[in-house]
Structure formats: C-alpha cells, structure tokens
C-alpha cells in the first residue's frame, strides 16, 4: 500500500471537514429564504386609509360641506352649510375641491345627511352623490360583495354634524358617506 504524503493527507482532512459545513450553511440559507418569502405579501390595501382620508377632507375642506365664514377664514368643522349643499352645483365644486379629472376618477361617493331618528333630511337633490358614473357602476358590484379584480368595496363613513340653513336654523343629525372603488 502507497501511502500519501503529509500534504495530501493534509489536503484530504480538510475537505471532509468543510464539505459538511458548506452543506449545513447551503440548507442555512435555502431554509431563511423559503421562511421569509413564504411569509412575507407585498400587497398593500390601503383602502381605508383612502376613504377615511376622502371622508374627512369632505367634512373638514374649505370648500367642502362645513360652513366656512369668509369674513374671518374659518372652517367651522362639523357644521354642515345647507345654503352651499342645497345647491345644484355642488357636485361639480366637489370635482374642482378633489382635483378630479377623467383620467384619476379612482373613487365614487354618496353623501346623505339624516336627523337623530334616520329620517333623510330634504336636500336637493336628495342623495349627493361625488362622481357619479363612476358610483352608479361600482356600487353595484361592491354591495354584492364582490372580491378579487372587477370587483369593488365600499366603506361607509358616518360623522355626527350640525345642519347650517340660510334663516339660521341649526339642527343636529348624521352625515352618512359611503365611499366606492374598484379593486382593480
């Protein structure tokens, strides 16, 4: 029998102790990454976080349903001007307040105000309702609860508010916004 030299046997050693580690520190790795990825969903659904912000902003906005007193440059939030909703052109200012155009029309809202007992107070028109094509097609599908792309959701937002008319009559209710959109 040959027998090897010191460096061979060197050499030998070596590589049946390394052999076993790289393999331990390969199925380390493949182990972490299948763990990580596995767990881990870039799908953000930021929904709510929109409707909330859209309510709001309609309630709180200078040029939305709060009374805004010129004189002084105060919102008064929560405190609904029926003189400025009442009017047929509301709905259009609504579009200038949120900026929208044909090409980034992303939500649809119905705004109601009611009293304390549910009764819908009269407005003209009745139901206000922000982009209103875009509403009419995709309620539809969200109030059937469908789920996945072509389908759409809806959230409703209610606030508690006081109602502004032009003879100074003030009344307390709640302002109902039902926000939709499509989740594709």
Known sequence: ???????GQHWVLNLTEILPLVIIITLSIVTIVTLTGSSLHFAVDSFDAE???FATELLYAKGGLSYYDEDIGRVYPGLIDMERVQDKEFPKKLAELFNTTDSNRV??????????????????PLEIIYNKNYYQKWSVLANRGYKGPGGARKKEI??????????????DGTLS????????
């Open 158 to 171: 209610s606030f508690l508010v006081s109602t502004l008319y032009p003879d100074g009559r003030i009344y």
């Open 1 to 7: 029998m040959k027998r090897m030299n010191k460096k």
């Open 177 to 184: 916004i039902e926000v939709v959109k499509s989740n594709s």
């Open 107 to 124: 939500l649809g809202a119905k705004i109601q105000l009611s009293d304390y007992s549910g009764n819908i107070i009269s407005i003209t």
């Open 51 to 53: 409707a909330t912000a």
